[in-house]
């Protein structure tokens, strides 16, 4: 049982949009910065967005991130079949002492 | 910037084992150091991390079994861990970062297994 919920799986079309939700609490999302990380089968993950909303370097503007309160969320765009993989969101917990992700959301692009 | 791990392998339960994490690129003494885990199938788990300052912090699952440590001299990042159980058995990555983890290495296997 992660401290952060996730959907177990998400899907779409090529081309289209999708948002990945992530859930926590206060002593979570509500008072830390939240990551996403995406990870392609058989490989170590990625950091796609830090701080809630920003991009590090080479990670393309398709790629989003927003936190309200105690959830946030990524959004993907103009999807692509290189986009099929695992996404995990992380953050630090202040009552654990603790990093924390979620259970992980597999994307399917059909 | 780059991570390399080693010292991943088959251990029997009860058993220790030590992780390297070899650095380049940047020095590990400054800056926060993580391990995090990924049982097969499963998703990631947080281990551990040590900050700059030499503070560290654990997972309650590993808590009083492994100790995360550096050596500054050889830039490298360690996760000793002690009577290890078959739960235990997951790829470890280390990381780079404190808030997000923008640096990972490709992981080491640990099987724990009679």
């Known amino acids: 049982q992660s401290v952060l919920t996730q959907p177990p799986s998400v899907s779409a079309a090529p081309g289209q949009k999708v948002t990945i939700s992530c859930s926590g609490s206060s002593s979570n999302i509500g008072n830390n910065y939240v990551s996403w990380y995406q990870q392609l089968p058989g490989t170590a993950p990625k950091l796609l967005i830090y701080d809630n909303n920003e991009r590090p370097s080479g990670i393309p503007g398709r790629f989003s991130g927003s936190k309200s309160g105690t959830s946030a969320t990524l959004g993907i765009t103009g999807l692509q079949t290189g986009d099929e993989a695992d996404y995990y969101c992380g953050t630090w917990d202040s009552s654990l002492s603790a990093g924390v992700f979620g259970g992980g959301t597999k994307l399917t692009v059909l | 910037v780059q991570l390399v791990e080693s010292g991943g392998g088959l251990i029997q339960p009860g058993g220790s084992l030590r992780l390297s994490c070899a650095a380049s690129g940047f020095t590990v003494s400054n800056n926060y150091g993580n391990w995090v885990r990924q049982a097969p199938g499963k998703g990631l788990d947080w281990v551990s991390i040590i900050y700059s300052d030499g503070t560290t912090y654990y997972a309650d699952s590993v808590k009083g079994r492994f100790t995360i440590s550096r050596d500054n001299s050889k830039n490298t990042l360690y996760l000793q861990m002690n009577n290890l159980r078959a739960e235990d058995t997951a790829v470890y990555y280390c990381?780079?970062?404190?808030?997000?983890?923008?640096?990972w290495g490709q992981g080491t296997l640990v099987t724990v297994s009679s």
């Open positions: 990381a780079r970062g404190g808030g997000s983890l923008g640096y």
